[in-house]
């Protein structure tokens, strides 16, 4: 979220909560894959190609995408008549607006692992797009004083709308639950911690630990869900932060490898430049 919070126009976020993307702003989700984050995504008009943990997703008219927060996201390909709208937000602000309501099916967290695309009716899609452009609106009226407040009212109503619409279409049949993948549930629980963990333990044997499983396991799930070793997914989330601090001139260098808790400058420029093929400094020195 910081991540991308800090590429986003004012007119398109809270804080580092919550951000609302567009077709005029797709580079955002193709620039980065988003980890960490609950990623809703409702296509209008158009088709759109994405990649949830490495594989092929397809997205057309009337396609909701719901992301939850230890899942990996981004963009591949669109077309050049796409229209859709992407809330890209995090589980603590919507508990916060949500105050302990669970709208939507039972289970529905559970099935979005095996699933995460729905296809839905018009005129849900046209609901929810009405909800997402009072939500578009507001965010972009800067001067409104209490511009929080109601894009958080907004959002509430939007998921709560939402929940409403996939109950009365009955979303998730009961002879599909048996497709449930105890790998994707394994996958999920591993980004979970690999977000919440990779700055101080790089060790692929820690999530094994954590997970209560072997390393050559969770290196076959993990390899058959992204195509990359666990290790891999690891440093793909210790270069992106280092990209991101790197950005910001009035860090040093010697404070990035303190944060990223490498032993020292050296080990941070040598694990740098195994990826990018220059030294954390002439990348600096690189940046527009």
């Known amino acids: 979220m910081q991540q991308l919070c800090s590429f986003a126009q004012d007119v398109r976020k809270i804080d580092d909560k919550f951000v609302l993307i567009n077709a005029d702003d797709i580079s955002l989700v193709q620039k980065f894959s988003l980890i960490g984050c609950r990623v809703m995504l409702l296509v209008f008009s158009g088709k759109m190609e994405a990649a949830v943990n490495g594989r092929k997703v397809l997205l057309d008219r009337c396609d909701f995408l719901d992301i939850l927060e230890g899942t990996s996201f981004n963009v591949v390909s669109f077309s050049p008549d796409l229209d859709f709208y992407c809330m890209v937000t995090t589980r603590e602000f919507i508990a916060e607006v949500l105050q302990n309501i669970v ?32 939500i578009a609106d507001m965010l972009a009226d800067l001067d409104h004083n209490y511009r929080s407040e109601m894009v958080r009212t907004y959002f509430k109503a939007y998921v709560l709308e939402l929940g409403n619409l996939l109950i009365k279409e009955q979303h998730f049949p009961e002879p599909e639950r048996h497709v449930f993948a105890k790998k994707d549930t394994l996958m999920a629980s591993f980004m979970d911690l690999v977000w919440k963990n990779f700055r101080e333990r790089k060790e692929v044997s820690f999530y094994a630990k954590e997970l209560c499983i ?74 527009d």
């Open 103 to 134: 709208p939507g099916t039972k289970d529905y967290f559970s099935l979005l692992l095996v699933n995460p695309v729905l296809h839905i009716s018009a005129n849900a899609t046209s609901k929810l797009f009405k909800q997402m452009r009072l």
């Open 214 to 287: 072997s390393t050559k396991h969770l290196s076959r799930v993990v390899k058959s869900c992204t195509g990359k070793t666990p290790h891999q997914v690891i440093d793909a989330e210790v270069l992106g932060l280092a990209i991101q601090l790197l950005k910001n001139d009035d860090i040093m260098i010697q404070q990035i490898a303190d944060i990223l808790h490498f032993s020292d400058q050296a080990a941070f420029s040598k694990f740098f430049r195994k990826y990018i093929n220059m030294s954390p400094m002439e990348y600096r020195r690189n940046i």
